[in-house]
Structure formats: C-alpha cells, structure tokens
T-cell receptor
Framework: GDSVTQMEGPVTLSEEAFLTINCTYT??????LFWYVQYPGEGLQLLLK?????DKGSNKGFEATYRKETTSFHLEKGSVQVSDSAVYFC???????????????FGQGTILTVHP | EAQVTQNPRYLITVTGKKLTVTCSQN?????MSWYRQDPGLGLRQIYY???????DKGDVPEGYKVSRKEKRNFPLILESPSPNQTSLYFC??????????????FGEGSRLTVL
C-alpha cells in the first residue's frame, strides 16, 4: 500500500537558517503530493502541493519539487523565521487511473522549532 | 467562509460513556473523513465517506462508528470509549473525483481524553 516516510525530528534551527525536511514515498500510479503545516493548537493547513512529476509547489517561501525518479518531495526554505515553528506533514493522495479519491496518506510529521 | 467545523474541541470523558463528535462542512464536498493524530504516528484514517449514505473503514476503524445522512455532516461516534482512544481527532473534507487533486480541508481538531 501507499506510504510516506519523513525525516526524524525534532528539527531545531536558528532564525535565517536553511531548512530541509526530507520526504520519500511509495505509491502506485501517479499520486499528488502535499505538505501540510500544523501550528500549535490548530488544525492542518495546506502549505503547498504538486500533482505531477517535476512540478514545483511553493508558498510562503517554502518549496518542494515532485521527483518521480527518486520518489521524493523534500521541503525547503532558504531562511526560516520564528513564526515557521510548527509541525510539518508530508502526504500523498492516491491517483489511480487519473481519478483522485480523496484519501491522504501522511508521514509521521516533523516538529520544527526556530529560535531567534 | 469555507470551513470544516468540529465540536466539541475538548472533551474529557470516562470509559464506556458514549459520545459523538460532530463535523460539518460548508463547501459542498462529496468526500469526508476522520483522522486521529497520535505522537510519532502522524495521522491515521479512521473512516471515510465518498458521499451521502456511502461510508467505509479506514486504517484504524475499531471502536468507532460513523454516519452520513446529509452531505454536510459526518459525525464520529464512540459507542463505548476506552483509554486507548485518547487522541486528537480531525475531520476533513475534499472535492473528490477527477476534478480534484485530493487536497483535504481540515477542521481545528477535537482533543478527547478517556479516563
């Protein structure tokens, strides 16, 4: 079945440092890939997404590129801020036969803490 | 405003006392789902519904029930809660089918403690 593996956390960085959170996946067909962010005490919000190979999703300075050859979707940001402190989830949506059926499979989440 | 609304947000209950967590969405989404979030395990799907009167088990359905009598509502029922159901629960919805990319819209979560 589908699965998502994220790098172990927690990750602690100083403000303005470079961020990478690794994500690899196993899936049949052509899944859509997502990064969700969960701020303290809140639900999950979509951060960015990519629906086909070589697509780059970007939002709020974060980027991730859908790499089918390495089955990866690593999240990067060039300069993190204290306000980026949150839990980040990589996820995929099965896309068998070109029809998306809504279920997301999530990684275990990576806690990011950014210090001033 | 497009949203998914869950209630209650926080609940402490005792073993065996039936409870229901409500979920409502105002986006006319066909697909709705319940997830539980536990430390180190990410989010795991409990049940999902492709449309009214169509529900199916997710990865961890034991101890839970759902119903989908109306398109906007998808309540989660714990008939006889046990301490291992202490968790953070999320309801989510999506526009399924070929017009969607599978993006889920989440509620703010319901933190349940079973003593």
């Amino acid at each position: 079945g589908d699965s998502v593996t994220q790098m172990e956390g927690p990750v602690t960085l100083s403000e303005e440092a470079f961020l990478t959170i690794n994500c690899t996946y196993t899936a049949t067909g052509y899944p859509s890939l997502f990064w969700y962010v969960q701020y303290p005490g809140e639900g999950l919000q979509l951060l960015l997404k990519a629906t086909k190979a070589d697509d780059k999703g970007s939002n709020k300075g974060f980027e991730a590129t859908y790499r089918k050859e390495t089955t990866s979707f690593h999240l990067e940001k060039g300069s993190v801020q204290v306000s980026d402190s949150a839990v980040y989830f990589c996820a995929l949506s099965g896309n068998a036969g070109g029809t998306s059926y809504g279920k997301l499979t999530f990684g275990q989440g990576t806690i990011l803490t950014v210090h001033p | 405003e497009a949203q998914v609304t869950q209630n209650p947000r926080y609940l402490i209950t005792v073993t065996g006392k039936k409870l229901t967590v409500t979920c409502s969405q105002n986006m006319n989404h066909e697909y709705m789902s319940w997830y539980r979030q536990d430390p180190g395990l990410g989010l795991r799907q409990i049940y999902y519904s492709m449309n009214v009167e169509v529900t199916d088990k997710g990865d961890v359905p034991e101890g839970y029930k759902v119903s989908r009598k109306e398109k906007r509502n998808f309540p989660l029922i714990l008939e006889s809660p046990s301490p291992n159901q202490t968790s953070l629960y999320f309801c989510a919805s999506s526009s399924s089918g070929s017009s969607g990319t599978g993006e889920l819209f989440f509620g703010e979560g319901s933190r349940l403690t079973v003593l």
